[in-house]
C-alpha cells in the first residue's frame, strides 16, 4: 500500500467498531474487549457482552494484551531488520 499507516488506522477503527458488536465469540479477537475486561463499568460495557457472556478474567486480559503487543513488536523489528536501506553518499 502507499499509505500503509492510514489503511491500518482506518481498518483498526472499523474492525472494532463493526466486531464488537457481533454475537458470538468474534469480539475476543478485538483488543477493545481485553481492555474492557481489564476497567469494567457501566459506560464501558456493551449491550451483546452482557447478554452472551462474561467479560474475560484480567489475569487472562493481562496475558493477551502483553502477547499481542509481544507480537506485534516482534512483527515490527522483522520488517525493520529486512529493509535495506540505502543512505545518500
Given at each position: 500500500f ?27 479477537f ?23 457472556g ?36
Open positions: 502507499k499509505h500503509p499507516l492510514l489503511v491500518g488506522f482506518i481498518f483498526t477503527l472499523v474492525w472494532e467498531s463493526i466486531v464488537t458488536y457481533i454475537p458470538g465469540y468474534i469480539h475476543r478485538t483488543v477493545l474487549h481485553y481492555l474492557q475486561s481489564l476497567l469494567p463499568h457501566a459506560s464501558g460495557q456493551r449491550g451483546i457482552q452482557q447478554i452472551f462474561q467479560p474475560t478474567s484480567p489475569l487472562v486480559s493481562v496475558i493477551t494484551l502483553i502477547l499481542i503487543g509481544g507480537g506485534f513488536l516482534a512483527l515490527s523489528c522483522w520488517t525493520v531488520a529486512r529493509k535495506e536501506y540505502v543512505l545518500p553518499a
